[in-house]
């Protein structure tokens, strides 16, 4: 079946621009996560979705940073007024948030760069 | 959750086991030790996961000490598309958590042909 799909796979903007990443998760898992990767580091989490609500989003690092997934199924992670600071690959994954496992399964990710 | 430590990079022959090692001395009794692994310019999957009794699957095998203190995660006959940044994390797993994972730097593993 299809897995996690992210779009787009590349973003270049200016900085101050607003920017939307998009994430279409696994059909039917109800948990979904936003990471962070910077170059040569390991993922960093930004925030995770039980169904429609946002169940903890301690990892966003400030409020230019916000992320809706209005349905329970599709997310959007949304920039405002981007930094250079912000470039880096952004992850999404998906789970079925049931059992002890949750493993979570990746998306390709989406390279933001700002310029 | 608990911090994992891990060596920075491992070589090993195509054809051979790899045993990559993890140190998490401050695993709690609840805390579960996964790992992942990310091929370039992909994003990460999931290999296997324990508590306390060694774990088995397709993909590896996961030898967690008594005190739980280490674990190695071994591929046993490694090829070139094993050429990945290994992780181990250790987190609790329950339905009520947030189930976040906690990324180090991993281990980056170079299979040589």
């Known amino acids: 079946g299809a897995g996690v799909s992210q779009t787009p796979s590349n973003k270049v903007t200016e900085k101050g621009k607003y920017v939307e990443l998009r994430c279409d998760p696994i059909s039917g898992h109800t948990a979904l996560y936003w990471y962070r990767q910077s170059l040569g580091q390991g993922p960093e989490f930004l925030i995770y979705?039980?169904?429609?609500?946002?169940?903890?989003d301690s990892g966003l690092p400030n409020d230019r940073f916000f992320a809706v997934r209005p349905e329970g199924s599709v997310s959007t992670l949304k920039i405002q007024r981007t930094e250079r600071g912000d470039s880096a690959v952004y992850l999404c994954?998906?789970?079925?948030?049931?059992?002890?496992?949750?493993?979570?399964?990746f998306g390709p990710g989406t390279r933001l760069t700002v310029l | 959750d608990a911090k994992t430590t891990q060596p920075p990079s491992m070589d090993c022959a195509e054809g051979r086991a790899a045993n990559l090692p993890c140190n998490h001395s401050t695993i709690s009794g609840n805390e579960y030790v996964y790992w992942y692994r990310q091929i370039h310019s992909q994003g990460p999957q999931y290999i296997i996961h324990g508590l306390k009794n060694n774990e088995t699957n397709e993909m590896a095998s996961l030898i967690i000490t008594e005190d739980r203190k280490s674990s190695t995660l071994i591929l046993p006959h490694a090829t070139l598309r094993d050429t990945a940044v290994y992780y181990c994390i250790v987190r609790v797993a329950w339905a009520g958590a947030t189930n976040k994972l906690i990324f180090g730097t991993g281990t980056l593993l170079a299979v040589q042909p």
């Open positions: 979705f039980q169904g429609t609500g946002a169940a903890d």
């Open positions: 994954a998906s789970s079925s948030g049931t059992g002890d496992i949750n493993e979570q399964f």
